[in-house]
C-alpha cells in the first residue's frame, strides 16, 4: 500500500519517500461487504481481520479485553 501512494504521488513537487509513508486508520461502521460502493480516495478497506487476545467492542467503537473461554 505505501508504495501505491508514493506512485499516486510521483508528480507532486515534493516527491513522497517510501520511508516517510505513514499509516492511517479509520474505522468504518459498515456492517456487510455488500454495502461498500466504492473504495476510498486513497488507501483500502480491509475486512475480516482476527483478533487474538482482544476483540473488537462495537458500542464502544474500541478494542476491548476478549472474553474468558469457557
Same mark, same amino acid.
Given at each position: 500500500?505505501?508504495? *501505491? /501512494?508514493?506512485?499516486?504521488?510521483?508528480?507532486? @513537487?515534493? !516527491?513522497?519517500?517510501?520511508?516517510?509513508?505513514? $499509516?492511517?486508520? *479509520? /474505522?468504518t461502521?459498515?456492517?456487510?461487504?455488500? @454495502?461498500? !460502493?466504492?473504495?476510498?480516495?486513497?488507501?483500502? $478497506?480491509?475486512?475480516?481481520?482476527?483478533?487474538?487476545?482482544?476483540?473488537?467492542?462495537?458500542?464502544?467503537?474500541?478494542?476491548?479485553?476478549?472474553?474468558?473461554?469457557?
Amino acid at each position: 500500500m505505501k508504495q *501505491e /501512494v508514493c506512485r499516486k504521488h510521483q508528480k507532486d @513537487a515534493q !516527491k513522497w519517500a517510501l520511508d516517510d509513508i505513514v $499509516y492511517h486508520t *479509520e /474505522v468504518t461502521n459498515y456492517e456487510k461487504v455488500e @454495502a461498500v !460502493k466504492s473504495g476510498p480516495a486513497e488507501g483500502c $478497506y480491509v475486512h475480516g481481520l482476527f483478533l487474538e487476545g482482544g476483540a473488537w467492542s462495537k458500542d464502544q467503537a474500541m478494542l476491548v479485553e476478549s472474553e474468558p473461554k469457557t
